[in-house]
C-alpha cells in the first residue's frame, strides 16, 4: 500500500485516488510470498523461434523454457505502433473516473471481480474476441481514442493474434500426438481474449506490477511497447529479466497451464510477473488462448485426471476467492 498521498501520483488524474486503493486492499497491506524474495538473476537470453519456419526450435522452447521469442511473426510494426499510441492516449491520458465507467476496465488486477492479496500496479482493459462473449457486453462503442483502440484491438489484431496461436498449435499438434478432433477442441483460438495493460510509474519501489504466476491460457502471446523492460521468467530458482527485444520484430510467447496438461507435464508452464517501475511505464499487448469449455483434456498421462478448461476456470476462481491466490493445477493431479 502506498504510504499517504504522494504528491507526484495524487496529482496524476490517471490514477485511482489512493483511498480507493486502501478500500480494495483491506486486510491486506504488503503480503510478500516467499518466490517474490528468490534471488535476482541477470538477464535470460531467450530462444528466437521464426513462425514461418518453426521447426524443433519451437517445441526445444516449449520442453526447456516454456517462453520464447516469435519472428516473422506477420503483425505489421504499423498496426503495434497504432495500438501503442491508442493505449496510452486512453488510459494514460484519460482520467480515472473516466476510464472506470467503461466495461472492461481494470484497476489493481485484472482478474475483474477476483480478490487478490495484493495490488498490482496495473491497469487496462478485457477485450473480449468471441462472439458470445462480445454479445454479452451489449455496450455502446466507447468515443476516441478507446472506440477505435477496442475496435482495433478486437478486429485487425485479434485475427492477426489468432492465425499466430493456431499456427503453433499446429506445428506442435503432431509431436503431441494429437489428431485433428482434439488440435480444433484444444486450441479455441478465437474465443481467446486480449487485455491491454498499461503498468504506470510507481511511487513505491518493490511493488510488482503483476504478481508472480503461470498463466491458466494454453499460450499466451505478448507484445511490449519496444523498449519496455519488466518482464521477468523463474528460472533456475531465481527471477530473470527478459530483456527488450532489439526492434519492435519479435512477440514473446509464453504457454500457460493448459499446454501443460496437454503435453503431460513434458512442455512448461513459465511462473514469471511483471516489476513496477519508478522510472518509466510500460504498455503492453496480452492475448491469450484456451481449450474449448467443453474439451476433456485427457493426454495428462497419467499425472492429471480428466477435465475441462471450465472445470479448471472454475477451481481457479474458487481459489482465489478463498485464499487470495490462484493454486492451479496441482489441484487436478492423480496422485499426491
Ligand atoms: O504485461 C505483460 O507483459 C505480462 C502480463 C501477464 O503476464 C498476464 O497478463 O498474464
Ligand atoms: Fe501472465
Same mark, same amino acid.
Given at each position: 500500500m502506498a504510504s499517504g498521498s504522494d504528491s507526484r501520483t495524487a496529482a496524476d488524474p490517471s490514477y485511482p485516488p489512493f483511498p480507493l486503493l486502501e478500500q480494495d486492499d483491506e486486510g491486506g497491506g504488503h503480503v510478500h510470498e516467499q518466490e517474490q524474495e528468490a534471488r535476482r538473476g541477470g538477464a535470460l537470453e531467450l530462444p528466437t523461434v521464426d513462425l514461418e519456419a518453426p521447426g524443433e526450435a519451437l517445441a526445444a522452447a516449449c520442453r526447456e523454457l516454456g517462453v520464447f521469442r516469435l519472428a516473422n511473426h506477420g503483425v505489421p510494426a504499423a498496426l503495434s505502433a497504432r495500438l501503442f499510441a491508442l493505449a496510452r492516449a486512453a488510459l494514460a491520458g484519460a482520467p480515472?473516473?473516466?476510464?472506470? !465507467? +467503461?466495461?472492461?476496465?481494470?484497476?489493481?488486477?485484472?482478474?475483474?471481480? $477476483? *480478490? /487478490?492479496?495484493?495490488?498490482?500496479?496495473?491497469?487496462?482493459?478485457?477485450?473480449?474476441?468471441?462472439?458470445?462473449?462480445?454479445?454479452?457486453?451489449?455496450?455502446?462503442?466507447?468515443?476516441?481514442?478507446?472506440?477505435?483502440?477496442?475496435?482495433?484491438?478486437?478486429?485487425?489484431?485479434?485475427?492477426?493474434?489468432?492465425?499466430?496461436?493456431?499456427?503453433?498449435?499446429?506445428?506442435?499438434?503432431?509431436?503431441?500426438?494429437?489428431?485433428? !478432433? +482434439?488440435?480444433?477442441?484444444?486450441?479455441?483460438?478465437?474465443?481467446?481474449? $486480449? *487485455? /491491454?495493460?498499461?503498468?504506470p510509474r510507481c511511487p513505491e519501489p518493490g511493488r510488482l506490477g503483476m504478481e508472480a504466476h503461470t498463466d491458466s491460457s494454453v499460450l499466451s502471446v505478448i507484445n511490449q511497447e519496444e523498449g519496455a523492460g519488466g518482464l521477468q521468467v523463474l528460472h533456475g530458482g531465481a527471477w530473470r529479466d527478459v530483456a527488450p527485444a532489439a526492434g519492435a520484430s519479435t512477440l514473446l510467447v509464453n504457454l500457460g497451464d493448459m499446454a501443460r496438461a496437454i503435453s503431460g507435464d513434458a512442455y512448461r508452464s513459465v511462473r514469471h510477473r511483471v516489476a513496477a517501475s519508478q522510472a518509466a511505464e510500460r504498455l503492453s499487448l496480452c492475448y491469450f488462448a484456451f481449450p474449448r469449455d467443453d474439451a476433456v483434456i485427457t493426454c495428462g498421462a497419467g499425472r492429471y485426471r480428466p477435465f475441462t478448461y471450465a472445470e479448471f476456470r472454475e477451481q481457479v476462481q474458487a481459489d482465489i476467492k478463498a485464499t487470495g491466490s490462484k493454486v492451479g493445477l496441482e489441484r487436478f493431479l492423480l496422485h499426491h
Amino acid at each position: 500500500m502506498a504510504s499517504g498521498s504522494d504528491s507526484r501520483t495524487a496529482a496524476d488524474p490517471s490514477y485511482p485516488p489512493f483511498p480507493l486503493l486502501e478500500q480494495d486492499d483491506e486486510g491486506g497491506g504488503h503480503v510478500h510470498e516467499q518466490e517474490q524474495e528468490a534471488r535476482r538473476g541477470g538477464a535470460l537470453e531467450l530462444p528466437t523461434v521464426d513462425l514461418e519456419a518453426p521447426g524443433e526450435a519451437l517445441a526445444a522452447a516449449c520442453r526447456e523454457l516454456g517462453v520464447f521469442r516469435l519472428a516473422n511473426h506477420g503483425v505489421p510494426a504499423a498496426l503495434s505502433a497504432r495500438l501503442f499510441a491508442l493505449a496510452r492516449a486512453a488510459l494514460a491520458g484519460a482520467p480515472f473516473r473516466d476510464k472506470r !465507467a +467503461q466495461p472492461g476496465y481494470f484497476w489493481g488486477t485484472p482478474a475483474l471481480s $477476483l *480478490r /487478490v492479496r495484493d495490488v498490482n500496479w496495473v491497469e487496462g482493459f478485457h477485450v473480449a474476441l468471441g462472439e458470445a462473449q462480445q454479445q454479452q457486453q451489449h455496450a455502446p462503442v466507447p468515443p476516441p481514442p478507446l472506440g477505435d483502440l477496442l475496435g482495433l484491438a478486437r478486429a485487425e489484431y485479434g485475427a492477426h493474434m489468432t492465425r499466430v496461436a493456431r499456427t503453433l498449435f499446429d506445428a506442435l499438434a503432431p509431436a503431441l500426438g494429437l489428431g485433428a !478432433a +482434439q488440435a480444433a477442441s484444444y486450441l479455441a483460438e478465437r474465443d481467446g481474449f $486480449l *487485455r /491491454v495493460y498499461r503498468y504506470p510509474r510507481c511511487p513505491e519501489p518493490g511493488r510488482l506490477g503483476m504478481e508472480a504466476h503461470t498463466d491458466s491460457s494454453v499460450l499466451s502471446v505478448i507484445n511490449q511497447e519496444e523498449g519496455a523492460g519488466g518482464l521477468q521468467v523463474l528460472h533456475g530458482g531465481a527471477w530473470r529479466d527478459v530483456a527488450p527485444a532489439a526492434g519492435a520484430s519479435t512477440l514473446l510467447v509464453n504457454l500457460g497451464d493448459m499446454a501443460r496438461a496437454i503435453s503431460g507435464d513434458a512442455y512448461r508452464s513459465v511462473r514469471h510477473r511483471v516489476a513496477a517501475s519508478q522510472a518509466a511505464e510500460r504498455l503492453s499487448l496480452c492475448y491469450f488462448a484456451f481449450p474449448r469449455d467443453d474439451a476433456v483434456i485427457t493426454c495428462g498421462a497419467g499425472r492429471y485426471r480428466p477435465f475441462t478448461y471450465a472445470e479448471f476456470r472454475e477451481q481457479v476462481q474458487a481459489d482465489i476467492k478463498a485464499t487470495g491466490s490462484k493454486v492451479g493445477l496441482e489441484r487436478f493431479l492423480l496422485h499426491h
